[in-house]
């Protein structure tokens, strides 16, 4: 169940990355894996596990409804079939630092459950020199999305004045994009909707202390 990063899919994703800052990948994780961690999500949803998704961190998270309204859930490698992921998650990194001289020092990542109604509207995962997050990943995990089940990522350009492009949220695609750099947002979804929303990080660490992961 390896993350298939060709030579080819590779050189696809750094060329958007460098030239427009995202890049979608159809297909890049099996089924079978996307299928064992979305009953993982589901599971977590029925034993009353996931919490409220806020914004920002630290001192200054908060709870708003009216920017977003998902709720999620840490992966912390408990299981097989996240173990798998993360593993395949250090392999995208190692070829991002590579080819890209980025730095990225860790991972994290959590589920993202979005109930019927929910959203999150337009936004950054990272303001330039403020934060540590690099890369951002997204990957669904919703078998047989339906076309007018809402619930797609929509990526803007750096002022965000143009939408670059619509995203549907199907299994095993995976998004990758610049933190810094690209504002997106999550429409309205009709249909339960699921994800594994995660973070590239670089090591902001002060005396040896790393920066917390969440």
Request: hydrophobic share 40%; proline share 3%.
């Amino acid at each position: 169940m390896a993350l298939k990063l060709t030579d080819s899919i590779m050189d696809q994703l750094l060329d958007a990355l460098v030239e427009k800052g995202w890049f979608e990948w159809p297909h890049a994780v099996t089924d079978e894996l996307c299928q064992q961690l979305l009953t993982e999500a589901e599971q977590h949803d029925d034993q009353g596990n996931l919490q409220r998704a806020g914004i920002g961190r630290g001192d200054v998270h908060q709870l708003n409804t009216d920017i977003r309204r998902d709720q999620i859930k840490w992966l912390d490698g408990a299981s097989t079939a996240q173990q798998t992921y993360f593993k395949q998650m250090a392999e995208l990194q190692y070829q991002l630092n590579r080819a890209l001289f980025l730095g990225l020092f860790e991972y994290e990542c959590h589920f993202a459950v979005y109930k019927a109604g929910a959203f999150y509207k337009k936004h950054l995962d990272s303001f330039r020199g403020r934060a540590n997050r690099m890369v951002t990943t997204v990957l669904y995990l919703n078998p047989d999305w339906q076309t007018g089940w809402g619930g797609e990522l929509v990526i803007y350009n750096e002022d965000s004045s143009k939408k670059l492009a619509t995203v549907t949220p199907e299994i095993g695609k995976l998004v990758v994009f610049m933190s810094e750099q690209i504002p997106h947002e999550v429409l309205p979804t009709q249909q339960p909707r699921i994800s594994i929303a995660g973070w590239f990080r670089c090591n902001n660490s002060i005396a040896g202390q790393i920066d917390p992961a969440k």
